[in-house]
């Protein structure tokens, strides 16, 4: 099936008692039993729920995944993955990611003895040289958050194979419609559900995705025994966004593509990150491996004052944490999403105090180019 019909299908089927064409939240915290140890295959909320069940499996169709396991937030799932490692053990991350994962990595998970590595991942050579002996796994985005820099997937992939490591792929901000990253051979693929995937920014949600049963079955005992799982009422809500992801991505991209073109035409935007243009480093990887660009654009404005006067003047774009959802978001990373990354690391990686991030929602885009004419005049 096409992406638009799975994202509509799969995953479910009517309700057995009353034919509810839609999977209902089933909120319930346990289920009876029978006799002792006779049931249906449910006993408790934390362990199984048949809306939870149906969003997983409806996500894992749309990433061409055999297993979803499902969070209670980005985070969560992230830090969940943490338990394929242990203390001494290594891990390659991207040098640019969302600054909560930076500092769940550095300031609580080495805590608990787990190394991290920090490379520049558009090079894949750079992470091949970082490997150790205790190595376990690489743990990339890409796009990058809010750099927009782009990894090689597959070249990740292969060299994960080679070593025996697990590759591990953020796909936040491309969503399955726009980047599938288990068929360029990643292992493992993670979520922030509350950004695209749920995309009306009333969801905090979670999701890894795999083809591995092993991982799965470790993932679903962590899922389980840790127990950060998300609430049946925020499965149904993914579940109903879910299948209006192909028109909104569509919606999205075709804003940001519009944009960005217009940005790059103007003086005050001194440099706009957005992989759909042809002048972004690496345009043609983003050909390869994407089939659209997104919605995430940044633009620095070469002075912090203009970002700031910019951020609290527009209008139609709403200054506030988060992405991808409906409505058009403005952001300023260093004091905002990454202002736990120290700066001298920001700045190493472009993240200026001058740069504003974009996240374009899916209203008229002659409104949006016009609040940010407006702005800036
Ligand atoms: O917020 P949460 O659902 O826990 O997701 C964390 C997360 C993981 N990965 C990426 C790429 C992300 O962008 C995020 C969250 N990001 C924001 C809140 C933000 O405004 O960038």
Not at 51 to 75: D, V
Not at 141 to 169: F, G, Q, R
Not at 360 to 373: A, F, P, R
Request: aromatic share 8%.
């Amino acid at each position: 099936m096409g992406f638009a019909t799975d994202a509509i299908h799969a995953g479910q089927t009517p309700d057995d008692t009353t034919g509810a064409v839609i999977v209902p939240p089933y909120l319930t915290s346990t289920y009876v039993q029978e006799e002792i140890g006779k049931h249906k295959g449910y006993e408790y909320g934390r362990t199984h729920n048949l809306t939870r069940a149906s969003m997983e499996n409806n996500i894992a169709a749309l990433e061409k995944g055999k297993y979803g396991i499902a969070f209670s937030s980005g985070l969560a799932a992230t830090q969940a993955l943490m338990n394929l490692v242990k203390s001494g053990d290594h891990i390659i991350v991207s040098d640019n990611v969302y600054g909560g994962t930076y500092r769940l990595f550095e300031m609580i998970m080495t805590n608990f003895g787990i190394k991290y590595s920090w490379v520049d991942a558009r090079n894949p050579r750079n992470v091949e040289k970082a490997i150790r002996k205790n190595t376990k796994m690489v743990f990339i985005e890409t796009p990058t958050n809010p750099m927009l820099n782009l990894t090689d997937i597959s070249a990740i992939a292969e060299i994960c194979k080679k070593h025996k490591l697990l590759s591990v792929v953020d796909n936040t901000f491309m969503s399955p419609y726009f980047q599938k990253p288990l068929t360029l051979g990643a292992d493992i693929v993670v979520h922030s559900s509350t950004k695209y995937l749920n995309g009306h920014s009333d969801v905090i949600g979670g999701i890894l995705l795999t083809n591995r049963a092993k991982v799965h079955e470790k993932m679903r005992f962590i899922q389980n025994a840790a127990g950060a799982v998300p609430s049946p009422f925020d499965c149904w809500l993914i579940l109903r966004a879910t299948k209006t992801l192909a028109v909104r991505m569509k919606q999205h991209n075709e804003n940001a593509q519009k944009i960005a073109e217009y940005l790059t035409t103007k003086k005050y935007a001194k440099k706009v990150y957005y992989p759909g243009l042809p002048e972004h480093p690496q345009y043609d990887l983003a050909k390869k491996q994407m089939s659209g660009f997104g919605g995430m654009v940044s633009v620095d404005f070469g002075s912090t004052k203009k970002a700031y006067s910019f951020a609290k003047k527009v209008k139609v774009f709403t200054l506030a944490e988060s992405l991808g959802g409906v409505e058009s978001l403005v952001c300023h990373p260093a004091s905002m999403t990454h202002a736990s990354v120290p700066k001298k690391d920001r700045e190493k990686m472009g993240l200026a105090d001058s740069l504003i991030r974009l996240s374009v929602g899916i209203e008229d885009v002659e409104d949006l180019i016009n609040d940010i004419d407006n702005a800036i005049k």
